[in-house]
């Protein structure tokens, strides 16, 4: 049992919750215990078709439908070449590295956690790669290497992650490979060895991750924040927040973009784990969300739609979690400022808060862009009915 499990809203969403952790489970073995070293889409929150199976959600933590993350198994002190293409007419707004010791998938010591959920060896994003003029990269890892970039890692297995930010779902991930350049015989490989591995651990694993909300930004309570605190490696800002609402109140938070390439709002359930992207509005990038009229965002969270432009639906939950996201930063940016006003207030009384400000624009209620069609068509991006 858990504290968040015997609230209402975790317990209606504990099966999925279960669903999401359980197939996490199942792709991090299989990027572990394969034959030979390669890149997998690790973690999903929409339901995807993969090789003729349709893919549930695979997720932990707060994961982000702004993201494509994808993973890969080493041995660390062998010899690894990754290379990549990115399209650069349509890049991602950020692309990031990451290399954990051990294998990937398990939150180190939660009384101690940190925002980034997983240790890391190494962590850097495309500003440290040559890129050529036709988007062509490439990075060593291991042993000894000329390579521009090379990152060196110690003995024992080592995971590698691969997470590209898309400030607009037209954006184009980077095309990433990677090849083994010590001669190896291919490991062995039983599919019901694979089973075993993954039935033996499916009980750590999601009651790992089910604590994880608990120690999460060292223990939010309701209607509270966490940070904005620094990315290791520098690469950006999160902060957590966490909401209990009544029916008739919102959560208004309002925020500076602070010159980030990135900034990212999404709403999670009390297990953080986040909805299908298709068919909820829990998530804003910034092409979909609409600038206060001081250049600022506000966003609103609430169970029913309140007509605002920023609105993050809850999905009927009355609490649960959300993350702030600001990536791709200026060099020399800091945490200052990025937080402007955090407080709950009444479906009634949005009007009476705009009267008082000049920058929020949720007292628009004639805005075409926030009725239904509207949210859906600048959601993809499209900007005319065909």
């Given amino acids: 049992k858990t504290e968040i499990g015997q609230t209402p809203d975790g317990a209606a969403t504990i099966a999925r919750a279960v669903e999401c952790m359980t197939n996490s489970l199942i792709f991090k073995e299989m990027v572990t215990y394969r034959p030979a070293t390669d890149i997998l889409w690790t973690t999903e929150d929409t339901p995807r078709a993969w090789h003729g199976h349709i893919v549930g959600c695979t997720g932990t933590a707060g994961d982000n439908p702004d993201n494509i993350y994808r993973g890969a198994f080493l041995r660390g002190g062998e010899r690894y070449e990754v290379s990549g293409r990115f399209d650069l007419k349509r890049r991602a707004s950020q692309f990031i590295i990451q290399l954990g010791p051990g294998e990937p998938g398990f939150a180190p010591k939660l009384a101690g956690l940190k925002p980034e959920a997983v240790e890391t060896l190494a962590v850097f994003d495309e500003r440290e790669l040559e890129i050529a003029p036709?988007?062509?990269?490439?990075?060593?890892?291991?042993?000894?290497?000329?390579?521009?970039?090379?990152?060196?890692?110690?003995?024992?297995?080592?995971?590698?992650?691969?997470?590209?930010?898309?400030?607009?779902?037209?954006?184009?991930?980077a095309q990433v490979s990677i090849r083994h350049l010590d001669p190896v015989l291919p490991r062995a490989y039983d599919p019901e060895e694979l089973r075993r591995r993954v039935v033996g651990q499916v009980g750590d694993y999601v009651r790992n991750w089910a604590e994880f909300p608990k120690y999460w930004f060292g223990g939010l309570k309701p209607n509270t924040y966490g940070g904005p605190q620094g990315r290791e490696g520098g690469w950006?800002?999160?902060?957590?927040?966490?909401?209990?609402?009544?029916?008739?109140?919102?959560?208004a938070v309002t925020i500076s973009r602070g010159g980030a390439g990135y900034t990212g709002f999404q709403v999670v359930d009390p297990w953080t784990i986040a909805a299908d992207a298709?068919?909820?509005?829990?998530?804003?990038?910034?092409?979909?969300?609409?600038?206060?009229?001081?250049?600022?965002?506000?966003?609103?969270?609430?169970?029913?739609?309140?007509?605002?432009?920023?609105?993050?639906?809850?999905?009927?939950?009355?609490?649960?979690?959300?993350?702030?996201?600001?990536?791709?930063?200026?060099?020399?940016?800091?945490?200052?400022?990025?937080i402007r006003s955090f407080k709950v207030i009444?479906?009634?009384?949005?009007?009476?808060?705009a009267e008082k400000s000049s920058g929020p624009v949720?007292?628009?209620?004639?805005?075409?862009?926030?009725?239904?069609?509207?949210r859906v068509l600048r959601r993809l991006r499209i900007d005319e009915v065909p």
């Fill in 134 to 173: 036709d988007g062509i990269f490439r990075f060593t890892i291991g042993g000894a290497s000329g390579a521009a970039k090379h990152v060196v890692t110690p003995p024992g297995p080592v995971s590698i992650g691969f997470r590209d930010s898309l400030s607009d779902w037209r954006q184009v991930p």
């Fill in 236 to 251: 950006g800002f999160v902060t957590g927040l966490r909401f209990a609402l009544a029916e008739d109140e919102a959560l």
């Fill in 278 to 338: 298709r068919n909820n509005l829990t998530s804003l990038n910034l092409a979909q969300a609409a600038p206060d009229r001081d250049g600022n965002y506000t966003y609103v969270i609430a169970r029913s739609d309140p007509g605002v432009s920023n609105w993050l639906d809850t999905t009927g939950l009355n609490s649960g979690f959300a993350v702030i996201r600001w990536q791709a930063t200026p060099v020399g940016a800091t945490k200052d400022g990025l």
């Fill in 346 to 353: 009444k479906f009634r009384s949005m009007g009476e808060e």
């Fill in 362 to 374: 949720w007292a628009n209620r004639e805005d075409p862009r926030v009725t239904r069609v509207g």
